[in-house]
């Protein structure tokens, strides 16, 4: 279970692994002990190093995860992976594969963490006498709808226990197997358990695979929103991250196109840059926007206080000051225009009931 990611001599930028978002390994923010190439004295380039998508399972004793963000619509959530093989370069998440000893940049992407256990965990919490009922978010850290899913098969087998409870659901993705479980996604919508949010972050197909190399090109977004549309699956179109000085022209072009698909509502936010993200993003911006560097990164701490990014609630999502103030009018305007600016509409929390035989549907998983 392997895919390789070599070293191509011949591409625009040489030394980065080819199908990745990372340039670098960098290690973690925890680890203390930070080691240095020794030159053997010959003046010769490294051999190619392949790089192999590996999968370990992870134990867990709880799956749900419970947060008191006011930034959040949401106090609850489920991640079936840690990591992500799409390679997003200003994926927020790559700081979390520091908690595990691993680095945010390359390994991020290529070692993965599969929780084959959430499936009969999430029903064995879902049972429990004083669990109390509330939308649950899947798709927060790492995406639900990775390539691995195809395989591992866990973020459906979760969809599953949360059908046959009649739990509420809120997904996140920018992965095509979403289209695959329109089975389950289809009936759990007209029952007004589901919404799905669509992440969409530049039209330009070449820009796309450049900051995302391994995520579905913008074209295939639009497709998957028109499917799950068509299936009855309210879906919101959601531009971002905009990223300053780069992206955030496309901001009306990208709520039309999600509108165009079928999208109902629609949200934004602006580039993050947390902890490690920082440097491996701005590596990224000598290798593939050198001229626009400068100007991205300015823009970016002029709305986070001359910082790369302050995490302070209601402030790291958007950011402030007169340019946050510029793209939250152009964002209203234009979901106005084009009917986008609704309310998401609630999901229901009245059908929520264990399975009459629950003892057997703990034992399927």
């Not at 011949?10 to 923010?29: E, I, L, Q, V």
């Not at 979390?96 to 599969?114: K, N, V, Y």
């Not at 302070?312 to 946050?324: F, L, P, Q, V």
């Not at 009917?339 to 703990?362: H, N, V």
């Amino acid at each position: 279970m392997a895919e390789h990611g070599l070293h191509d001599q011949n591409a625009p930028n040489p030394g980065k692994p080819r199908g990745r978002g990372a340039a670098s390994n960098p290690p973690g923010r925890y680890e203390r002990l930070r080691s240095e190439a020794e030159s053997d004295g010959w003046d010769l380039p490294e051999e190619e190093t392949v790089l192999r998508r590996e999968v370990r399972a992870e134990g867990a004793r709880r799956i749900i995860t419970y947060n008191r963000s006011p930034d959040l619509p949401f106090d609850r959530s489920i991640n079936p992976y840690r990591g992500c093989e799409h390679g997003c370069i200003y994926c927020y998440a790559r700081p979390s594969h520091a908690w595990l000893g691993l680095s945010p940049g390359l390994d991020f992407e290529t070692r993965l963490i599969a929780r084959p256990e959430a499936p009969r965990l999430l029903a064995r919490e879902l049972c429990a006498p004083s669990y109390r009922v509330a939308p649950i978010a899947i798709g927060t850290n790492t995406d639900p709808y990775q390539p691995i899913e195809k395989e591992q098969r866990i973020t459906r087998a979760c969809l599953e226990v949360l059908a046959a409870f009649g739990h509420p659901v809120a997904m996140v993705t920018r992965g095509v197997l979403v289209e695959r479980d329109l089975d389950i996604l289809g009936p759990m919508a007209a029952r007004g358990l589901l919404r799905v949010g669509i992440s969409l972050t530049t039209l330009d197909a070449g820009l796309a695979r450049r900051m995302e190399p391994r995520a579905p090109a913008p074209a295939r977004r639009l497709a998957m929103i028109r499917r799950l549309s068509e299936a009855g699956v309210p879906v919101r179109i959601m531009a971002s991250p905009l990223v300053p000085g780069l992206t955030d022209h496309e901001l009306e072009a990208l709520l039309a196109a999600g509108r165009e698909a079928g999208a109902e509502s629609a949200t934004w936010i602006m580039l993050r840059l947390p902890h490690e993200v920082s440097a491996l993003w701005q590596e990224w911006l000598v290798r593939n926007e050198p001229g626009r560097a400068d100007k991205i990164m300015t823009r970016l701490r002029e709305m986070h206080g001359g910082k790369d990014y302050d995490s302070r609630w209601s402030h790291r999502m958007r950011g402030e000051g007169e340019y946050a103030r510029m793209i939250g009018h152009r964002f209203r305007l234009a979901t106005r225009r084009l009917g986008l600016a609704i309310r998401t509409r609630e999901l229901r929390c009245d059908l929520f009931a264990p399975p009459p035989e629950t003892g057997d549907q703990l034992s399927l998983f």
